[in-house]
């Protein structure tokens, strides 16, 4: 198995630039997560959609984050424009069910820096 | 209410020693509590579950002790090897079963088995 799929693996952008982070869920997988991972904050769950459609999008921080999920095969979180607080590992978890109860398998993420 | 609080941040535990990790939570309708394993530069990967059916889980030398009424769960690591060198995430949620509830994180505990 190829496990969950994350690109790029490192990003370095500059402040104000758009950002598109691209994620590819385990095959069969019904549900995908969106976290984003700091030292001050641990770990937030940003967005996450079942069955292509999202579900609860409350963590986004600002309007400047979107995410979108157009098949069950692809999904991305994009940034525009980028701040330097945005600076995070953002990592991709799909999980084969809706039940709470069934194991979310992350993806390696993607460590962005934004200067 | 939906948070959880884990403690220590930091933890550095002889080899062949306890490692002790716990978590508090404040919400009683939560039914479902994985811990998380992450190591340097990966994602994190489910390690055990509990539920507050049972006041003890083990698997090898992992064991999650639960205290439904001090509202409490901890993690035990036997034996810590270095290989058990990882940052350490405890979790709660209600699994209705519908995909409405997610994951609640603990900040996560760092944990360091020296030889």
């Known amino acids: 198995d190829a496990g969950v799929i994350q690109s790029p693996r490192h990003e370095v952008t500059e402040m104000g630039q758009e950002v598109t982070l691209r994620c590819k869920p385990i095959s069969g997988h019904n549900s995908l997560f969106w976290y984003r991972q700091t030292m001050m904050r641990g770990l937030e769950l940003l967005i996450y959609f079942n069955n292509n459609v999202p579900i609860d999008d409350s963590g986004m921080p600002e309007d400047r984050f979107s995410a979108k999920m157009p098949n069950a095969s692809f999904s991305t979180l994009k940034i525009q424009p980028s701040e330097p607080r945005d600076s995070a590992v953002y990592f991709c978890a799909s999980r084969g069910t809706v039940s709470v109860a069934d194991t979310q398998y992350f993806g390696p993420g993607t460590r962005l820096t934004v200067l | 209410q939906q948070q959880v609080k884990q403690s220590p941040q930091s933890l550095i535990v002889q080899k062949g020693g306890i490692s002790i990790i716990n978590c508090a939570y404040e919400n009683t309708a939560f039914d479902y509590f994985p811990w998380y394993q992450q190591f340097p530069g990966k994602g994190p990967a489910l390690l055990i579950a509990?539920?507050?059916?049972?006041s003890e889980k083990k698997e090898g030398r992992f064991t999650i002790s639960f205290n439904k009424s001090a509202k409490q769960f901890s993690l035990h690591i036997m034996d810590s090897q270095p290989g058990d060198s990882a940052t350490y995430f405890c979790?709660?949620?209600?699994?209705?079963?519908?995909?409405?509830?997610?994951?609640?994180f603990g900040k996560g505990t760092k944990l360091s088995v020296i030889p």
């Open positions: 979790a709660a949620s209600i699994d209705s079963g519908a995909g409405s509830y997610q994951l609640t």
């Open positions: 509990i539920r507050p059916d049972v």
